[in-house]
Every structure is written in structure tokens, then in C-alpha cells.
């Protein structure tokens, strides 16, 4: 009766948090996006572009590992507070960036505050995604949904955050547009501070760091997959499309710049708004609540094979073209939608087992090491988006993405359904 009792106290905090997580992925969105299109504009090359968002994935990979601990620690809340802290503290950072400085010097600035920037993100995501195996019903399929639903939207919220950075860059330039940003982020923290129920765990003071790096094969094996996932995904994502697309779309002009940001940004938010719509939809596509679990571990392979064909089809008109051409943008456009929707059932397979796999008071540690994994993908993808593109144009980048996808898939098919959730010594 207590449990009954307790669980409105603690999904109101669940509620709580994920409701500042999607505000924080609203701007971590927005972000990106004024960054990558603002730099660009200012004659960066993709490798340049590419490094301006290295050192976001290497502190996403540090922060995981330390989050994990520090959340088992201290609380899930500690870490909630100090993402969305942090991030305000970014965007105010980035505000201070001048023109006149020298490229190279320019380059290290926004990397140290793209740093920071990841930092937050992932102290705000790991909270997250924590509570909901702390919170989500345990029969019917209730975690498979309730982690859906959360991934889902989130990725729906950054989807609008990619349009509205396009917007606000657009119609307010890159410091008006970060000031902004700063401000309604501030609020949202005030508020959450002010307004946080109770219901999530306070930590443990015995928690020790090395307790972050897991034992089970089925975590351990399904991060290498992670990796390779994340990883193909931003290697086109993150430098290489977007400007693709700005070299179709502008003719050099401020008006023509101004018209390529809105649709390049309309094409990423859409892509990621359908993709947290698929990665929502995803139980019900696969049956999830009447399948046992063994099933959906076995999934997860043959979902990552069907993926792998769309990266291989996109590299072979991208070989065909000689050159940017209607027929090869249309083609893009089509593909990567396709690999959006087929990406987002891949990512919530993903995100629903390591939960599966995990043992409630590990969760955090578990979670944690898996993003960690996910941070390593994005960075790896991050750094060959903007290198193949720049040395092999769009066939070179996209034979990457299917290459990796594949090693995603051989990576899930060590998933061992045997193993089970990981369950404590008796």
C-alpha cells in the first residue's frame, strides 16, 4: 500500500524532470544548429565545423561516466540542476564571441563552451532517463513505453529546436538569438528549483566510481552497438548534409543565406521531429507488450541490418551524380527520411533494453556507461562528418554511415537473450 501511495509523489517528480529535459533539448537544439549555420557563414570548413563540436561529445562521454556516480551519490536531482545551470552558463558564454578574433583562437572558444554545453546535456539527460526505470510500470510493457514516449518526444522537442536556432538566427542574428535562449532557460531552472516535488532517490553515500563500469556482457555488448549507431548517424548529420544542402540551396546573397537557414533548419527539425514520432510509436510497431523479451533482443539486430541498406543505397546516386544535381537532393531528402523512421525503432529498441538490462539500484551507473557509449558514437560520427566530406564528398561520408551501421548490427547480434535482466548475487 505504501508503493501505491508514494507512486503520485514520485511520477510527479518524473513529470517535473522531464519537462525541464525537453526545455534544455529545446536549446540544445536550437544551438547546434545557430553554430554550425553561423560559423559556416563566417568561411569555416567542415573539418573547422567539425571540430567546433568535439570537445561536446568528449565531455559527454566524461560527464556519463562521472553523472552515473554522482547521481547514485548525491541524487538524481544534483544532476538535473547542475545540467541546466551549466547550460545557461554556456549560452551566456557564447554571447562574449568576437568577430574580430582569429579564426584559430575563435575555434577554441566556442569548442571550450561547446564543451561545457555537452556537460549539461548529458547531467540533464542521464537524470532522465534514470527515473523512468526508477518509476515506469514493470508489467505490460509499461518500460518498453514510458522510455518510448519520454526518447520520443525529446527528439521531437530538439527537432523544433533545429528550426527555431534557423529562425532566431535569421530574424535576431547569433547574439540576440543565444541572449534569448539564456534567459527563458534561466526561468525554467528558477522554476524547477522552486517547484521540484519529492519522489526521486536522494543517493546513497556508498557508491564508489568504479562501480560505473558494468560486468554484464548484454550492457557492455549493446554500448559497442550504441556506438556504431550514433556514430553513423552524425557522420552525415552533424557537418556534412547541412552544408550539402546550404551549397544547393544559397546563392552567396544575404537574402539567399537567410532563405537557405530556414529550409536547412526545417529539414533537420522535420527529421528529427519524425524521428522522435517513430522512436514514441516504436512499442506498438513492434508488439512490444505481448512479445517476451528474448524477441525484442533478437530484434535489435535485424532492425540495424534494415538500416544499413538505406546509407548503402544513398552512396550508390551519390557515386552515380556527378555532382549536386535535383534528382541526387530529392533522392537525400527521400533517403534519410527513410533512414530517420528505420534510426528511431534502432535508438528505442537500444534505450529500452539497457533498461531492461539493469538492475534498479544500478541504474544510474548503467544508464550512465551507456551514454557514455552513445557520446563516444556522436563523437566519432562528429569528427568523420566533417573529415569525409571534406575528403571524399558525399559518396566517402555515406559509405561510412553503412559501414558503421553494420558494425552496430554485428555488435547487437552478441546480445545473448539467455542472460536476461542482470540480476543480483544470491
Do not use: C
Not at 524532470?17 to 544551438?31: I, S
Not at 514510458?146 to 538566427?169: D, E, H, P, Q, R
Not at 537567410?258 to 513492434?286: D, E, K
Amino acid at each position: 500500500m505504501s508503493q501505491t501511495r508514494e507512486r503520485p509523489e514520485g511520477l510527479s517528480a518524473y513529470i517535473a524532470v522531464t519537462a525541464a529535459y525537453w526545455a534544455f533539448m529545446l536549446t540544445d537544439g536550437a544551438l547546434r544548429m545557430l553554430v554550425l549555420l553561423h560559423f559556416h557563414t563566417l568561411g569555416f570548413s567542415p573539418v573547422q565545423l567539425a571540430y567546433l563540436f568535439v570537445l561536446y561529445e568528449i565531455a559527454g562521454m566524461v560527464t556519463n561516466l562521472a553523472a552515473g556516480w554522482i547521481a547514485a551519490r548525491f541524487g538524481l536531482t544534483s544532476t538535473l540542476y547542475a545540467g541546466l545551470g551549466i547550460q545557461v552558463l554556456a549560452l551566456l558564454a557564447l554571447t562574449q564571441l568576437d568577430p574580430d578574433w582569429a579564426i584559430g583562437f575563435s575555434v577554441a572558444y566556442v569548442m571550450v563552451v561547446q564543451g561545457a554545453s555537452g556537460v549539461a546535456k548529458d547531467l540533464a539527460k542521464m537524470s532522465s532517463k534514470s527515473a523512468v526505470k526508477l518509476l515506469a510500470p514493470a508489467t505490460g510493457g509499461g518500460l518498453f513505453r514510458w522510455v518510448a514516449v519520454l526518447t520520443g518526444s525529446k527528439n521531437a522537442v530538439k527537432g523544433l529546436g533545429f528550426l527555431l536556432g534557423a529562425a532566431l538566427l535569421a530574424l535576431f542574428g547569433f547574439t540576440g538569438a543565444v541572449l534569448g535562449m539564456a534567459a527563458i532557460l534561466a526561468l525554467i531552472l528558477v522554476a524547477v528549483l522552486i517547484a521540484m516535488p519529492s519522489g526521486l532517490p536522494k543517493g546513497r553515500k556508498g557508491a564508489k566510481f568504479s562501480e560505473v563500469f558494468s560486468k554484464s556482457p548484454n550492457v557492455n555488448w549493446l554500448s559497442a552497438a550504441r556506438v556504431f549507431l550514433f556514430g553513423a548517424r552524425d557522420v552525415w548529420f552533424v557537418v556534412g548534409i547541412p552544408i550539402y544542402f546550404y551549397a544547393v540551396l544559397s546563392d552567396g546573397t544575404e537574402d539567399g543565406n537567410r532563405a537557405a537557414f530556414f529550409l536547412i533548419g526545417t529539414f533537420m527539425a522535420l527529421w528529427i521531429i519524425l524521428y522522435g514520432a517513430v522512436q514514441a510509436a516504436a512499442p506498438r510497431l513492434l508488439r512490444a507488450a505481448s512479445r517476451p523479451e528474448a524477441d525484442l533482443v533478437y530484434a535489435a539486430r535485424g532492425w540495424a541490418w534494415a538500416l544499413a541498406a538505406i546509407p548503402a543505397v544513398l552512396t550508390a546516386a551519390a557515386l552515380a551524380s556527378s555532382g549536386p544535381q535535383p534528382w541526387l537532393t530529392v533522392t537525400l531528402v527521400a533517403g534519410l527520411l527513410v533512414f530517420g523512421g528505420i534510426f528511431a525503432v534502432n535508438s528505442s529498441l537500444h534505450s529500452y533494453l539497457i533498461l531492461a538490462f539493469t538492475r534498479a539500484e544500478r541504474v544510474t551507473m548503467d544508464v550512465g556507461f551507456y551514454y557514455m557509449a552513445n557520446a563516444g558514437g556522436r563523437l566519432l560520427g562528429t569528427v568523420l562528418s566533417g573529415l569525409t566530406y571534406q575528403l571524399g564528398g558525399l559518396p566517402l561520408m555515406l559509405g561510412t554511415a553503412t559501414a558503421m551501421v553494420a558494425a552496430s548490427a554485428l555488435a547487437s547480434g552478441r546480445l545473448d537473450p539467455a542472460l536476461g535482466q542482470e540480476r543480483p548475487a544470491t
